[in-house]
């Protein structure tokens, strides 16, 4: 599993570990994910997502998950939310017809 955020794309960044004698050694900053439970309104169920902290902040602050991912173009998602967008998308068109 890719140590990156499907919604927001955030990712494994590298930098410098720096002591107090100023040497520098490689390290690895590590993204913030969280495996976290959300309920989607359209679709009815819960859906478990590996999110970092800052996706889960925008879309509580957006009003939830489907009016997030709705939002959001395809082109800015990975493949597993693209089909989650699609499929919520899909649900809501079959409820409005």
Known sequence: MARRCGVTGKG?????????????????FLPN???????SDALGQSIRLRLSTNAIRSIEHNGGLDSYL???????LSPTYRRLRARIQRKLEGAAA
């Open 70 to 76: 709705l939002k959001l173009s395809a082109a800015e």
């Open 12 to 28: 494994v960044m590298c930098g410098h570990k720096v002591s107090h004698a100023n040497n520098k050694s490689g390290r690895k």
């Open 33 to 39: 994910l969280q495996h976290i439970s959300m309920i």
